[in-house]
């Protein structure tokens, strides 16, 4: 009923930036919120950033005064600005949210990952 469709990783030397970006698409009557998730090689999948629908921000403490994150919700789309990136930020970043659909209150949606690597 909803997915998620994310752009933007790639290859970038440390110090570098990124931007990503993440589309729900589907049946969707509201966002309550989106944000983003990382999962490096051998480690456990933690949160990044999260924004809920009324703008407050959320981040882990890795990328405080690093990354920003913002949403469009006329576009039902959410973005993550990566600015200077370090080698430990390389990860799977998935997009994910939390929707109110038909049948569903809080449906919880996954991206597919998109690959960031950050080379030193």
């Not at 999948?45 to 009324?54: K, P, Q, W």
């Not at 959410?78 to 080698?87: C, D, I, Q």
């Not at 997009?95 to 049948?103: I, K």
Request: aromatic letters at 8%.
């Amino acid at each position: 009923q909803v997915q998620l469709v994310e752009s933007g990783g790639g290859l970038v030397q440390a110090g570098g930036s990124l931007r990503l970006s993440c589309a729900a698409s589907g049946i969707i009557f509201r966002i309550n919120n989106m944000g983003w998730y990382r999962q490096a090689p051998g480690k456990q999948r933690e949160l990044v950033a999260s924004v809920i629908s009324g703008g407050t921000t959320n981040y882990a403490d890795s990328v405080k005064g690093r990354f920003t994150i913002s949403r469009d919700n006329a576009k039902n789309t959410v973005y993550l600005e990566m600015n200077s990136l370090k080698p430990e930020d390389t990860a799977v970043y998935y997009c994910h949210a939390n929707v109110w659909s038909r049948g569903a209150l809080g449906l919880e949606v996954w991206g597919q990952g998109t690959l960031v690597t950050v080379s030193s």
